[in-house]
């Protein structure tokens, strides 16, 4: 008799937590990166197009709405090859928000567009400011593939737009800009 009740209570727990999964609203994730990026540097009146590749991460928090929207918000750490300003400053942290709209084919593949906005930041010594801000602007494409409900791997694309923040040093103002492609692959996991 205890056998059974225990058997009947771990198979309901089971039934449970499969059903709750189904339905989960919420996940997160992590990406790994890698980018080819075209800084355009403006000094003055010399203007020079510099190529610089990055790697990083990305940890993010989402919800899944109806129809196959979905809205995250992100933390993201980016690592240039070469330092932007000088030979002391190559990370970019950003934040910021994707919406995403899936495509389902099969129950477990989606392929995927998305539009995306964030903001980050660079520490800089020396130069009129301590930080050089960034806004950038995104819109990629990839592939889901949910392995089971609570469980998803990722693979896309995006193209980027970024603006940095102009900083003065003594030689006069430099302007950024920088267009990016990054290619990531990442999971998501649903609670």
Do not use: C
């Amino acid at each position: 008799m205890k056998n059974l009740v225990l058997i009947s209570l771990l198979s309901l727990g089971l039934f449970t937590t499969s059903a709750v999964a189904e339905e989960s609203r919420f996940y997160t994730g992590l990406d790994l990166f890698s980018s080819t990026n075209t800084f355009k540097e403006k000094l003055g009146s010399v203007s020079v197009d510099v190529d610089d590749d990055s790697d990083g991460f990305k940890l993010k928090l989402g919800t899944v709405l109806n129809e196959g929207w979905r809205v995250q918000g992100y933390y993201q750490r980016e690592i240039y090859d070469i330092p932007v300003y000088d030979n002391t400053n190559d990370v970019l942290n950003e934040i910021g928000v994707d919406v995403i709209k899936g495509f389902e084919v099969t129950p477990e593949f989606n392929p995927f567009l998305q539009a995306g906005m964030g903001l980050g930041w660079m520490d800089v010594e020396g130069y009129s400011n301590n930080t050089a801000n960034t806004l950038s602007l995104k819109i990629g494409a990839g592939v889901m593939y949910a392995f089971t409900p609570t469980f998803e791997a990722i693979i896309g694309i995006d193209l980027q737009y970024r603006d940095w923040e102009d900083v003065e040093t003594i030689f006069g103002t430099i302007e950024l800009s920088e267009t990016t492609t990054k290619l990531y692959i990442g999971a998501n996991i649903h609670f």
